[in-house]
């Protein structure tokens, strides 16, 4: 009988040899396989991380004017930005074993699956800030094997890519915060106004709280269930041993100073924000999802003071029983920086942006062709008889075109083209057209920057052909610019979110007129706004220089003008094109743009435009044309080019025996007449 005992023991000692034999061999093939399978994951790139970012724009003294995201809210900021405490305020609650495991809290998940068992439910979740990190990049929140397989693959790479800083970095700008504040930064703007660096103790603990529940946690829908879920935070904070008792007693009662939800199309210019992020799309060419996510930077050239001084002059003057339309650009004349733009009276109602619609300018147009003139033999003496016309045009001159002064009003008398533009004349400026050809207009329009087709016609002259407001700021910047036009600019950089400049732009001038022509063209210009021209009723509104041109038509009202410092259209019409009414719509494009100026100029010295030194001046007689002599009544000083002013005196009033020469004025006299 011992004998057989002895021989069954020997039979087990070696099965158990056999087994642990093949066991250890089975281990190592396990733990040779999962080495081999640890260095495919760690040389298998992980997918892009899709970390949406909100894209920022600001204002030229670096103001936040606007915010680009599609539903998530979130700026990136790297961890040195983030305060000790919210990092550890976030490991404690989230993760307290973060620092030591591999991207999987074994003890917890056992843990977790107990209970869950006992219960038979799901009542414990045991995802550790890496698993979480990989299931909000990656995946879906479903409850599937599927899903949770290929998040235990994504951890695993996370943990063999990333070093625990960078992996706490990425879950502090990837985490949902609640009130559509995606990470960090978003967060503490959302409920504090402040920068994530700016954080407190008790402001951070708050925070910490709320990926858990954003909505049942948040200080806005229930400040008690608030400050019970801080009250967790600085319990496992001091578990933890990251603070003392006594710190977690003081962060507890300090206040919470909570700020009120912001909605998010509160922006400043939203119509500027649109015609940016197209220009973003269209003409630096990037991408509408890094427009939306990537985080960018945009600095632009608005202005927001003077911006909202634009949209608060637009609200003061447009009737709101009607649907009558305005718009304005304002305009740096020597940078092209774009200063303010309203594109209608109510972006909530209707975005469509006027500032960039096609409308006819009417008589605003003229410039461009008395600049033609001026180039081709015109001064600012030429006469024309304002009366009524019939044009002939065409082959063989078959085609009749017969225009007409507003209101049938006609000097019956040969007038000059300073005359002409005070009084916005049509037969003086058809028949300029007419005498130096339109195609001399047609090709002076490229050449200020006006893109849209003009048609060699006699009624270009009178502003047929649509432009936008943008065209005429960018045309009449010539005028105060010495002849050089300047190319609107809308956004000065751009860079990226690792700080990466994509756009900077520079101011580009191009000489396309002579200094002394576009002088000359800017002197008579003045007149609009001095007594009998077409906006002398607004001169008093802004009592310095200022130069123009006024233009009206059946369904339009324009004014663009200019100081030395800023050059402003402004548009008034209905969207539907319906008629305006003459004297009462046909006349708000002025006091607009002459309000809105004086407000955007108020600390702004009163400058005089620079007068070329290839110009000389003279006193004429506005009657007859020539050198004013010490007889008449009217002295006007006007400009010429050397060679084209008048040579002979005044025959209508000829100077009094003692006096044979004009007397000059003096520097004050000339002053006051400026």
């Given at each position: 009988m011992e004998i057989i005992q002895e021989n069954q023991l020997v039979r087990w000692f070696k099965i158990l040899k056999k087994a642990f034999r093949y066991g250890l061999i089975a281990f190592m093939v396990t733990a040779i396989l999962f080495g081999v399978f640890l260095l495919y994951l760690r040389s298998q790139p992980l997918p892009p991380m899709p970390i949406n970012e909100t894209t920022?724009?600001?204002?030229?003294?670096?103001?936040?004017?606007?915010?680009l995201y599609k539903g998530e809210n979130r700026t990136f900021v790297p961890l040195s930005k983030i305060p000790v405490y919210a990092r550890e305020a976030t490991v404690a609650i989230e993760d307290r074993k973060f620092y030591t495991h591999t991207g999987f809290d074994f003890k917890r998940i056992?843990?977790?699956?107990?209970?869950?068992?006992?219960?038979?439910?799901?009542?414990?979740?045991?995802?550790?800030?890496?698993?979480?990190?990989?299931?909000?990049?990656?995946?879906?929140?479903?409850?599937?094997?599927?899903?949770?397989?290929?998040?235990?693959?994504?951890?695993?790479?996370?943990?063999?890519?990333?070093?625990?800083?960078q992996l706490l970095e990425l879950y502090m700008n990837q985490i949902y915060y609640g009130h559509g504040a995606y990470g960090i930064q978003a967060a503490a703007k959302t409920y504090f106004g402040k920068n994530a660096s700016d954080l407190s103790l008790a402001e951070a603990s708050m925070l910490a709280g709320l990926p858990k529940g954003p909505k049942y946690y948040s200080p806005h829908l229930n400040m008690n269930?608030?400050?019970?879920?801080?009250?967790?935070?600085?319990?496992?904070?001091?578990?933890?041993?990251?603070?003392?008792?006594?710190?977690?007693?003081?962060?507890?009662l300090q206040p919470l100073h909570i700020i009120p939800l912001k909605t998010r199309d509160t922006v400043i210019a939203p119509y500027f924000r649109d015609y940016v992020a197209k220009m973003v799309m269209e003409k630096y060419h990037i991408d509408k999802d890094t427009l939306e996510h990537g985080g960018l930077?945009?600095?632009?050239?608005?202005?927001?003071?003077?911006?909202?001084?634009?949209?608060?002059?637009?609200?003061?003057?447009?009737?709101?029983?009607?649907?009558?339309?305005?718009?304005?650009?304002?305009?740096?004349?020597?940078?092209?920086?774009?200063?303010?733009?309203?594109?209608?009276?109510?972006?909530?109602?209707?975005?469509?942006?006027r500032a960039l619609a096609h409308r006819q300018p009417g008589s605003s147009i003229k410039p461009i062709l008395y600049l033609a003139a001026l180039e081709n033999g015109f001064t600012s003496l030429t006469k024309i008889k304002s009366e009524p016309t019939v044009f002939t045009f065409g082959?063989?001159?078959?085609?009749?075109?017969?225009?007409?002064?507003?209101?049938?009003?006609?000097?019956?008398?040969?007038?000059?083209?300073?005359?002409?533009?005070?009084?916005?004349?049509?037969?003086?400026?058809?028949?300029?057209?007419?005498?130096?050809?339109?195609?001399?207009?047609?090709?002076?329009?490229?050449?200020?920057?006006?893109?849209?087709?003009?048609?060699?016609?006699?009624?270009?002259?009178?502003?047929?052909?649509?432009v936008t407001p943008l065209e005429m700021v960018q045309a009449f910047s010539v005028l105060p610019n010495q002849g050089k036009r300047v190319d609107p600019i809308a956004v000065q950089k751009i860079v990226d979110r690792d700080g990466n400049v994509l756009v900077d732009s520079q101011p580009y001038t191009q000489q396309v007129v002579s200094p002394e022509n576009a002088f000359i063209l800017t002197h008579m210009m003045e007149s609009v706004f001095a007594n009998g021209g077409t906006a002398y009723r607004v001169y008093d509104m802004l009592e310095r220089p200022v130069a123009g041109k006024t233009g009206t038509t059946d369904y339009d009202a324009w004014l663009t003008g200019f100081t030395p410092q800023l050059l402003t259209s402004v548009w008034v019409g209905y969207d539907d094109n319906r008629?305006?009414?003459?004297?009462?719509?046909?006349?708000?494009?002025?006091?607009?743009?002459?309000?809105?100026m004086g407000q955007a100029l108020k600390d702004k010295p009163k400058t005089m435009f620079a007068i070329p030194p290839g110009v000389i001046s003279a006193y004429v007689d506005p009657v007859s044309g020539e050198l004013a002599t010490n007889a008449c009544p009217n002295q006007k000083l006007m400009y010429f080019i050397p060679g084209t002013e008048p040579t002979e005196y005044c025959k209508i009033h000829p100077a009094k025996p003692e006096q044979t020469?004009?007397?000059?004025k003096s520097f004050w006299e000339r002053f006051k007449f400026w």
């Open positions: 920022t724009m600001y204002g030229s003294g670096g103001q936040v004017i606007a915010t056992a843990g977790a699956a107990l209970t869950d068992i006992w219960h038979m439910s799901k009542l414990e979740g045991a995802s550790t800030i890496t698993m979480q990190l990989a299931r909000n990049l990656y995946l879906s929140q479903d409850k599937t094997w599927s899903r949770k397989w290929k998040e235990a693959i994504l951890t695993m790479q996370l943990e063999l890519n990333y070093s625990k800083a269930a608030c400050k019970e879920r801080q009250g967790f935070v600085l319990a496992a904070m001091v578990n933890t041993k990251f603070i003392t008792a006594q710190q977690a007693k003081e962060a507890r930077k945009i600095y632009t050239t608005l202005d927001p003071d003077i911006q909202q001084k634009a949209e608060n002059t637009i609200k003061k003057y447009m009737p709101t029983n009607r649907p009558l339309q305005a718009a304005l650009i304002s305009m740096d004349p020597q940078t092209g920086y774009i200063r303010a733009m309203v594109g209608g009276t109510d972006y909530a109602k209707t975005q469509f942006n082959k063989d001159h078959k085609q009749t075109y017969m225009p007409g002064n507003f209101g049938g009003q006609y000097a019956y008398d040969y007038i000059d083209m300073e005359q002409a533009i005070a009084r916005s004349d049509n037969i003086y400026a058809v028949q300029t057209n007419m005498t130096i050809g339109p195609d001399k207009m047609v090709n002076m329009a490229k050449r200020v920057g006006i893109q849209s087709p003009f048609k060699p016609i006699p009624s270009i002259a009178l502003g047929t052909d649509p008629k305006i009414d003459p004297f009462y719509d046909g006349r708000l494009a002025a006091p607009i743009w002459a309000d809105f020469t004009v007397k000059k």
